[in-house]
């Protein structure tokens, strides 16, 4: 284990009855790090964190967590993590400044203003909106200043403008050298978020790296299209076709797509330049994470088909 | 990193913050406003004035009125071991409350402590209510064996909160802690606390209430308060229920406590 990790799980194994739900896992967060752990449902992401935070029992491997073992130090242990778990509420009458007070022992009316609850503070639990809840669970995550927060599907159920606030929120916690654990289903979320992302399915690890490295490892090419003007014939096509990470160059009825990787768009842009001419319709397209993870799934699909369990394959806990 | 000592100070000061919102909680919740405070004041108050004030054998020659003020007291620590405690125990773990105080650092047995004091606090709360009306209406008789009484009433309160604890833990939600808690509930208020005296009942019915752990509360309480024994049996037996079912709540809360 390094220094600087967080969070060390090696060869993380937990059963629910015959049901295997996560198999063999490894995952690491250092000090500092935003690291989403995405997966489709059932995946086994919710049932890992639960185990980080010594909320169950695992069957097999180990864990280390803040320099704890989730299993022996639980109670110390949950002290230091700020947590936002998934299906997990509060009583319906207690108050939002309750809740705050209750959690870290002082009224923090700077988070609450932060997320716009301060208004609210007087108000039971049972009245808050969706949006409310969960901004008010991520309140109660970070009110101690956690070395360690762990957020749970935090965006669930969030209209478009409270889940920007809640990214902003984040965006904020990662300039501020929090170290995060972001479990997600949403690919756009762990993409704009995280510094690192960890896909699993089927309660294994399919790869891991930053949002970009995996878009270029599994997404599909990048590209960058344009319309062919008269005074620029196809004597530039053969030219872009050299370009460093070009891969195929297509003309069809004068529409040009030229496809490769993220740093062809910036050679094939240089070279339209140098050329003295930039096509009005030009249009650039990169891949996304959520491209990229759909089709990570689809070409592990097709390599572990044997090994399929298919009760595990979109199965909620 | 805090010292054990910081964070031992860390902890129970959480353990007070939870142990006072909870208190805070009980008087926001109808159903035990109803059922702990309400309840037990207006049957008394109707039942107490039913059979008039002349001693009687059914009343093992004491004024009706005050052997019934004697027998409420029980009906509030039924009221709360029977239903308040089970419904909201139960009812924090179906909607994940538990799993949540648990994230947050809260120790497990943290929980369980709270809701051992804001049930003894319900119990003591209601039972002074109960006095406090039943005073100028039918008067307190006086105890004859004061310590007695104290020790069933004590002994009585906590049995039937960790009885609450366990049905708590035990049954999956609060509709059901409900419906579980309402069968236990009247029965034992009818046989074993604030229905007909024993002596009116036939065999079978009072075959029933002897066994009913309730019946053996209220005889530790009502009979050494009113002279007319010292109930020495009931009181072992509350005595040995007090200590059973806090050993087997314990327990259980201690596995079940974060689980949905």
Redesign the interface.
């Given at each position: 284990m390094s220094e600087i990790d967080v969070v060390t799980v090696r060869g993380l194994v937990k059963s629910y009855g015959r049901r295997l739900v996560v198999d063999g896992l490894d995952l690491e967060v250092a000090r500092g790090e935003v690291v989403g752990l995405i997966g489709a449902n059932g995946a086994g992401k919710t049932t890992t964190v639960e185990c980080i935070?010594g909320?169950r029992r695992p069957d097999g491997g180990s864990l280390r967590v803040l320099g704890l073992d989730p299993m022996t130090d639980a109670?110390?242990l949950?002290?230091?993590?700020g947590?936002q778990?998934q299906?997990?509420?509060?009583?319906d009458?207690?108050r939002v400044g309750?809740a705050v007070?209750?959690?870290s022992?002082r009224g923090s009316e700077e988070l609450l203003e932060q997320f716009g609850l301060l208004e609210r503070r007087r108000s039971a639990f049972a009245s808050l909106s969706g949006g409310e809840r969960q901004r008010l669970f991520l309140v109660?995550a970070l009110v101690n200043r956690p070395p360690l927060v762990i957020l749970d599907e935090l965006t669930q159920g969030l209209d478009p403008a409270a889940r920007r606030s809640v990214w902003a929120a984040i965006e904020q916690l990662r300039t501020d050298g929090m170290t995060v654990l972001l479990v997600t289903h949403e690919l756009d979320e762990a993409e704009q978020l995280c510094d690192r992302v960890v896909a699993i399915r089927a309660g294994r690890v399919l790869d891991s790296g930053t949002p970009a490295e995996l878009v270029d490892r599994y997404g599909r090419s990048a590209t960058v299209s344009f319309t062919l003007s008269v005074d620029h014939s196809l004597e530039m096509l053969p030219r872009l076709g050299l370009l460093p990470g070009v891969s195929d160059v297509r003309e069809q009825a004068g529409k040009v797509t030229v496809s490769g990787t993220r740093a062809a768009v910036a050679h094939v842009g240089a070279e339209l330049v140098a050329a003295g001419w930039v096509p009005p319709d030009l249009a650039a397209r990169v891949p996304s994470l959520e491209d990229a993870l759909l089709s990570l799934l689809e070409r592990d699909r097709d390599s572990m088909s044997d090994l399929e369990e298919p009760e595990l394959i979109g199965a909620t806990r | 990193m805090s010292t054990a000592v910081e964070t031992t100070a860390v902890r129970s000061t959480a353990v007070g913050r939870l142990v006072r919102i909870e208190l805070k909680l009980m008087v926001r919740e109808p159903l035990t406003l109803i059922f702990v405070f309400v309840f037990p004041v207006v049957t008394m108050l109707i039942i107490g004035g039913s059979f008039g004030t002349t001693p009687t054998v059914a009343f093992d020659w004491v004024n009706p009125s005050q052997w019934y003020v004697a027998s409420y007291l029980t009906v509030v620590i039924a009221a709360t071991g029977l239903i308040m405690v089970p419904v909201h125990l139960a009812s924090y773990r179906e909607r994940g409350v538990l799993r949540r105080f648990a994230a947050a650092g809260f120790p497990r047995w943290s929980f369980a402590l709270a809701e051992v004091v804001t049930g003894l606090v319900a119990i003591i709360v209601g039972s002074v209510a109960l006095l406090a009306v039943a005073a100028p209406v039918y008067g307190l008789p006086s105890a004859h064996h004061l310590v007695r009484v104290a020790l069933g009433f004590g002994l009585g309160s906590v049995a039937f909160v960790a009885i609450g604890v366990l049905l708590g833990t035990v049954l999956p939600s609060a509709r059901s802690a409900q419906a579980v808690g309402m069968v236990l509930f009247f029965p034992s208020f009818l046989l074993g606390s604030g229905g007909p005296p024993p002596h009116v009942m036939g065999t079978a019915l009072r075959t029933i209430a002897s066994y009913l752990p309730l019946t053996r509360v209220t005889d530790a309480v009502r009979d050494p308060w009113l002279g007319t024994g010292t109930a020495t049996g009931s009181l072992l037996v509350v005595g040995g229920l007090a200590v059973a079912a806090t050993l087997l709540a314990a327990r259980c809360s201690s596995f079940r406590s974060v689980s949905r």
């Open positions: 935070q909320l109670d110390r949950r002290g230091l993590v947590s778990l299906s997990a509420g509060l009583p009458r207690l309750e007070r209750l959690f022992g109660l | -």
